[in-house]
């Protein structure tokens, strides 16, 4: 296909936008939410700074450090974060902070980099040593936050810590390959409650009841970016990560649709009424097995198996309106609980009710992610 196209769509998107009225922010929106800190932007920001780095065009750059800008205020206090909820979602933003603190020299980035660690420090664990996806969700680890914090977490200790907690990090990703991975499936289930206390939880096991595609696609980025910056001198902890990163993608990989070369929103239920091709999983994975199979650590079939994915995407979602690209097939969100919403119960039934829609940046941000593996394959 023509790929400049998603080149418009990306500059579409940056135009639409101002930092307090992000157009990708679907849920905000449909919400009405005043704009605060939080991941679904950060997703963005972490993917036009890729497209920077390729193309070396000053206006991704611009663009990123005028909207960090407005959320990180001179004495590095964010605007909207609270450190006490101990939201992991909350760190992922952080990432591109390491970036525009070295591109821009501005202190006031350091200061937040600073502060969003002091709630890392602080954020309440499992007896298992994982952190906890927030406060208000005890002992409870879903897959979504070993992405949201980790990679933060790596990047804090590789620049500013001397890799002092390399040993932290690689146990968690343990922890939950160990715990939520099925050996048989060669999935993992999105919400491990080591107290098993949940309501969504398995008695014996805690372990939540399905396989839910974006959370596979957020702990399998985590994985790839993680072990992309742990430096040379960390060879054995990248050695354990990549060994789990490894059976993760091979384990994924037969649950593409021969046909449109896609993942489906419950993986291993393709084809069962309601069951929809999703694109934010797939794009993730897509981006984690061509950037797996370019660092070395995952077969090279897998360069050619990732853009397969990614082009299926473009094949089935991205399309014209008025003149105008869209990207469709996007689950708005999904959870686990709280007790005082039952429905999110972790089941095959609540993952296929949730809302699908366009140009959300938790399906955008990915795929851009992915456009960048796609270009450097091409060079």
Same mark, same amino acid.
């Given at each position: 296909?023509?790929?400049?196209?998603?080149?418009?769509?990306?500059?579409?998107?940056?135009?639409?936008?101002?930092?307090?009225?992000?157009?990708?922010?679907?849920?905000?929106? /449909?919400?009405?939410?005043?704009?605060?800190?939080?991941?679904?932007?950060?997703?963005?920001?972490?993917?036009?700074?890729?497209?920077?780095?390729?193309?070396?065009?000053?206006?991704? !750059?611009?663009?990123?450090?005028?909207? $960090?800008?407005?959320?990180?205020?001179?004495?590095?206090?964010? %605007?909207?974060?609270?450190?006490?909820?101990?939201?992991?979602?909350?760190? *992922?933003?952080?990432? $591109?902070?390491?970036?525009?603190? %070295?591109?821009?020299?501005?202190?006031?980035?350091?200061?937040?980099?600073?502060?969003?660690?002091? =709630?890392?420090?602080?954020?309440?664990?499992?007896?298992?040593?994982?952190?906890?996806?927030?406060?208000?969700?005890?002992?409870?680890?879903?897959?979504?936050?070993?992405?949201?914090?980790? $990679?933060?977490?790596?990047?804090?200790?590789?620049?500013?810590?001397?890799?002092?907690?390399?040993? #932290?990090?690689?146990? =968690?990703?343990?922890?939950?390959?160990?715990?939520?991975? #099925? @050996?048989?499936?060669?999935?993992?289930?999105?919400?491990?409650?080591?107290?098993?206390?949940?309501?969504?939880?398995?008695?014996?096991?805690?372990?939540?009841?399905?396989?839910? !595609?974006?959370?596979?696609?957020?702990?399998?980025?985590? !994985?790839? #970016?993680?072990?992309?910056?742990?430096?040379?001198?960390?060879? *054995?902890?990248?050695?354990?990560?990549?060994?789990?990163?490894?059976?993760?993608?091979?384990?994924?990989? /037969?649950?593409?649709?021969?046909?449109?070369?896609?993942?489906? =929103?419950? $993986?291993?239920?393709?084809?069962?009424?309601? *069951?929809?091709? &999703?694109?934010?999983?797939?794009?993730?994975?897509?981006?984690?097995?061509? /950037?797996?199979? %370019?660092?070395?650590?995952?077969?090279?079939?897998?360069?050619?198996?990732?853009?397969?994915?990614?082009?299926?995407?473009?094949?089935?979602?991205?399309?014209?309106?008025?003149? @105008? !690209? *869209?990207?469709?097939?996007?689950?708005?969100?999904?959870?686990?609980?709280?007790?005082?919403?039952?429905?999110?119960?972790?089941?095959?039934?609540?993952?296929?009710?949730?809302?699908?829609?366009?140009?959300?940046?938790?399906?955008?941000?990915?795929?851009?992610?992915?456009?960048?593996?796609?270009?450097?394959? &091409?060079?």
């Amino acid at each position: 296909m023509d790929y400049s196209v998603i080149d418009e769509y990306i500059n579409r998107l940056i135009d639409d936008t101002t930092p307090a009225a992000p157009v990708w922010n679907i849920e905000n929106i /449909k919400h009405g939410k005043p704009a605060a800190w939080n991941y679904i932007d950060g997703c963005m920001m972490t993917s036009l700074y890729s497209i920077y780095r390729q193309t070396g065009e000053k206006k991704y !750059l611009e663009f990123i450090d005028s909207f $960090v800008d407005y959320y990180v205020f001179d004495d590095g206090s964010i %605007r909207g974060y609270e450190l006490e909820t101990y939201n992991v979602d909350n760190i *992922n933003e952080g990432r $591109v902070l390491f970036d525009l603190y %070295r591109e821009t020299g501005k202190e006031k980035y350091k200061k937040a980099i600073e502060l969003l660690y002091s =709630q890392l420090e602080k954020q309440p664990r499992t007896a298992a040593g994982n952190f906890w996806h927030k406060k208000i969700y005890p002992d409870q680890v879903w897959l979504d936050g070993l992405y949201m914090a980790q $990679v933060f977490y790596t990047r804090y200790e590789t620049e500013f810590n001397g890799g002092k907690n390399y040993p #932290d990090i690689v146990k =968690q990703f343990k922890n939950v390959y160990e715990n939520m991975y #099925d @050996k048989r499936k060669r999935l993992y289930y999105h919400g491990w409650d080591y107290s098993k206390k949940a309501f969504w939880a398995d008695k014996d096991t805690g372990l939540s009841k399905s396989f839910w !595609l974006r959370s596979v696609g957020w702990y399998t980025v985590g !994985l790839v #970016d993680v072990i992309g910056y742990f430096p040379d001198e960390a060879q *054995n902890y990248k050695n354990e990560l990549i060994e789990i990163f490894k059976n993760t993608v091979e384990g994924l990989e /037969k649950y593409i649709d021969p046909n449109e070369k896609m993942f489906w =929103q419950v $993986v291993d239920r393709g084809g069962s009424e309601g *069951n929809y091709l &999703e694109t934010s999983g797939s794009a993730m994975i897509a981006y984690a097995m061509m /950037k797996g199979a %370019r660092l070395g650590i995952a077969d090279k079939k897998f360069a050619k198996t990732g853009k397969e994915v990614f082009d299926g995407i473009c094949r089935k979602y991205l399309t014209q309106t008025d003149g @105008k !690209l *869209n990207l469709g097939g996007i689950c708005l969100m999904a959870g686990l609980g709280p007790e005082t919403n039952r429905k999110r119960d972790g089941s095959y039934e609540y993952y296929i009710s949730e809302p699908v829609v366009e140009n959300d940046a938790k399906g955008t941000g990915p795929f851009v992610m992915a456009y960048t593996e796609v270009k450097q394959l &091409e060079k």
